[in-house]
């Protein structure tokens, strides 16, 4: 329940890794101004029910441990599986491919919203890439790419559009989508309402 003079501050997550310093600040800070903390199912971390008086001071002092917070215009972070060598499935580490795509991806600005990325590191999905408007997930052959897809209360499988891709053709696929979607969206919107568009960029394979 949001309480009245209270509000929440996410804290964003690449590759669903926290780091140490801002898990021990953020739980000194918790103690000192009594909230909470929510691992978000997007893999950030909110902080939830800060009283607005110590907004100032928690982002400080998490911003000074090089925390990144929420807002709007950033490049989405992808939500991962956890992949290889955690998983005796995992077929490529999740971590280095998220942090590569943030690499060429992260610093893009005015994203319009709605958008996010899925990367799984192999064909079980648990990271629900065919269910995000960009899902990408590993096999022996390469990476197959999903656009479209969204989960919520009509979910729905996104359109495969690319098989036994290389990593540098999903970054090139990446650049396509998100530019298409910034053309043919005024505020924000989800990938799969534009899927039926006679021009968007990719066929199912
Ligand atoms: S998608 Fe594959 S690699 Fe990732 S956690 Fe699930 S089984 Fe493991």
């Known amino acids: 329940m949001k309480i009245t003079g209270k509000t929440s501050i996410t804290v964003l997550l690449p590759a669903g890794r926290l780091p140490l310093g801002i898990m021990r600040e953020s739980h000194r800070l918790a103690e000192k101004y009594g909230f909470g903390v929510y691992l978000s199912t997007a893999q950030n971390l909110r902080l939830i029910n800060v009283p607005e008086s110590a907004i100032e001071a928690v982002r400080k002092k998490l911003g000074a441990l090089g925390a990144d917070f929420k807002g709007p215009g950033k490049f989405p972070i992808p939500r991962l599986c956890v992949g290889k060598p955690h998983c005796n499935l995992g077929v490529v580490d999740t971590e280095a491919v998220c942090m590569r795509i943030l690499d060429r991806f992260g610093d893009r600005k005015k994203v319009k919203g709605k958008l996010k990325i899925a990367v799984a590191g192999c064909a079980m999905c648990c990271s629900a890439p065919k269910i995000t408007d960009i899902g990408i997930f590993a096999t022996k052959d390469g990476y197959e790419v999903y656009a479209g897809g969204k989960g919520g209360a ?5 359109r495969r559009i690319a098989r ?13 989508l998100f530019d298409y979607h910034d053309r043919k969206t005024v505020k ?10 006679e021009d968007f960029p990719f066929e199912e394979v």
């Open 188 to 197: 924000k919107q989800r990938m799969t309402k534009l899927l039926m568009e």
């Open 164 to 176: 036994k891709a290389s990593e540098e053709k999903v970054h090139e696929i990446i650049e396509i």
């Open 154 to 158: 009509f979910p729905k499988i996104g």
